[in-house]
């Protein structure tokens, strides 16, 4: 007994369908990788700039005192 060719045709179709929903998993995941890459650079960045902000506070700090500073301006005004 053979299949007929409408059915054949609707397999061929669903098993083309599962192989490009397959692919776009492997793409969608490979983008999570990538993306997650991305994240964990960002994240260190984010460390690093947090650091440095934090020394360059600690020698303003010593340096002038305990104060904020208008960055526009570059005023500096103490606290009392």
Do not use: M
Request: no cysteine; charged share 30%.
């Amino acid at each position: 007994q053979k299949f007929t060719e409408e059915e054949l045709k609707a397999l061929h179709s669903l098993q083309k369908q599962s192989q490009v929903a397959t692919l776009q998993f492997g793409q969608l995941y490979l983008n999570k990788l990538r993306l997650e890459e991305q994240e964990t650079i960002l994240k260190n960045h984010v460390k690093e700039i947090e650091q440095e902000e934090s020394q360059v506070a600690k020698q303003l700090s010593d340096k002038y005192g305990k104060g904020s500073i208008d960055i526009e301006t570059g005023e500096f005004t103490p606290t009392e």
